[in-house]
């Protein structure tokens, strides 16, 4: 069975210390011994599975905000070598303000 790191990190060190029962790779020899916090990203190891903790955006688009803040930045810099500063001063508004929808986003 597939395992995430989420569903890994959500089981009791009883349910972890099974998996690596079943399976026989070297990262997990003396499983029984380990805490939850060596068994972790042992089994993710031998299971092959990201060890880290992926964050993610719920409820906006967070590729499609970053290309825009991207376009943004690109308009910046050249409203920068203008010198028109009223542009600049909305560009720079609409970035913080991406930026923080994206902050606040997170989980």
């Known amino acids: 069975m597939a395992h995430t790191y989420e569903e890994l990190r959500a089981k009791t060190v009883a349910e972890l210390r099974d998996i690596a029962r079943e399976t026989t790779h070297d990262a997990v020899q003396g499983a029984m011994q380990m805490n939850k916090e060596h068994l972790l990203p042992a089994?993710?190891?031998?299971?092959?599975?990201?060890?880290?903790?992926h964050h993610s955006a719920h409820g906006i688009d967070k590729s499609a905000v970053k290309a825009?803040?991207?376009?943004?930045k690109k308009d910046r810099d050249a409203a920068l070598e203008t010198h028109d500063h009223d542009k600049l001063k909305?560009?720079?508004?609409q970035i913080h303000h991406l930026n923080h929808q994206i902050r606040s986003h997170v989980s």
């Open 90 to 93: 909305a560009l720079r508004r």
């Open 43 to 53: 089994l993710c190891k031998a299971l092959g599975i990201d060890a880290h903790e």
């Open 68 to 72: 825009e803040l991207r376009s943004l």
